[in-house]
């Protein structure tokens, strides 16, 4: 698309709070006449009398030309349906974004996926990320949602592999939400790229995260679910890849676990069960080329058998004794060696890996 058109394609999104009213008045219009239409031709095309007012009040505070050049400013890109940096498998979803701001870059030869979850993860559900997400970041790049917990984890850990990583937005591009995660923000621009289909200025209000979760299933091959409640936006975005027909990979919790409900959920409705990368790259059949796993070198038996007991989470050294009747002497002894050499984390009165 011309710039002219961009031009004004940003001026029409500044205008409405939903996308969907901008994709009705391109159906008809250009984005130049869609940004000029008389209140008449509005409510021909089926916009109600205060959206229209709305409408006509917002336009003569716009100056097309401004917005345009604040976004130049900020290096943010308007990329549209039919420029080869659109993913093109969310092209194939039922309602597109009729174009995405980027930061950063999306390369047409990618192929994406998304690794998704709660934003208060168990420390099972942290455990899992760091034994799959950086396998996987070498296969694909790693799509999510720049949130608290297992969002923002699966995007660290892909830029500890020195992969790229895309960032989905539920806001504008200059508004990072969680305020929190900006030097994450800065750093995913660096190596991959932040979108959103909000223009600037736009807050992250809740009935935006839904709209955020359909990009990131519809622009990825297949999406994983580390946790989800039983009502979650993670469980959204995975009944969203079913919908566009995309492979969902969910990874089995406790029964008693309420960040495992939603994964058990789809693991009985048919999602792949999933315990590694490399059940991911055989459904895909990908050769396993991913980075052998560090291999923890134990100094003792005791440090082994510790170490297997805190994989099921966070204990405290009671916990730890009587998880794995060694001493308490022993286990206080055996923690004190592994916290030293960065084997094992404390926090508060409790340890994990």
Request: glycine letters at 6%; one cysteine or more.
């Amino acid at each position: 698309m011309e710039e002219l058109k961009k031009k004004y394609l940003n001026a029409l999104n500044l205008l409405f709070a939903s996308p969907d009213s901008v994709s009705k008045i391109l159906k008809s219009y250009s984005p130049e006449k869609g940004f000029k239409l008389t209140a008449e031709e509005l409510k021909n095309l089926g916009f109600k009398e205060k959206t229209v007012s709305n409408f006509i009040k917002k336009r003569s505070t716009i100056d097309p030309d401004y917005e345009w050049k604040r976004l130049e400013k900020l290096g943010v890109k308007l990329i549209t349906f039919d420029e080869r940096e659109y993913p093109p498998l969310l092209k194939e979803i039922p309602n597109p974004p009729v174009a995405l701001y980027l930061k950063g870059s999306l390369l047409p030869e990618e192929k994406y996926f998304a690794v998704v979850g709660p934003r208060y993860p168990s420390d099972y559900g942290k455990l899992v990320a760091k034994e799959i997400v950086p396998e996987l970041s070498l296969a694909f790049t790693i799509v999510s949602g720049l949130a608290r917990g297992i969002d923002g984890l699966a995007q660290k850990l892909a830029l500890n592999e020195n992969q790229r990583t895309v960032a989905v937005l539920g806001s504008g591009l200059d508004i990072i939400y969680p305020p929190e995660n900006k030097t994450l923000a800065q750093k995913i621009e660096q190596n991959g790229a932040l979108i959103s289909e909000f223009p600037l200025g736009t807050p992250p209000k809740a009935y935006h995260f839904p709209l955020r979760n359909r990009i990131m299933a519809g622009m990825s091959l297949g999406t994983l679910v580390v946790e989800a409640k039983k009502k979650s936006g993670a469980l959204i975005t995975a009944l969203l890849a079913l919908k566009y027909g995309r492979e969902v990979f969910a990874v089995p919790g406790s029964i008693f676990s309420k960040t495992s409900e939603g994964t058990n959920f789809l693991i009985k409705e048919g999602a792949y069960l999933t315990r590694s990368a490399n059940d991911i790259f055989e459904k895909f059949d990908l050769k396993l080329w991913a980075k052998k796993k560090k291999e923890v070198k134990f100094q003792s038996e005791e440090e082994k058998i510790i170490f297997e007991a805190l994989k099921e989470g966070a204990l405290t050294v009671d916990e730890i004794v009587k998880k794995t009747n060694l001493s308490c002497d022993k286990v206080t002894s055996t923690l004190i060696m592994m916290e030293i050499e960065n084997k094992v984390k404390r926090s508060q009165n409790k340890y994990s890996l």
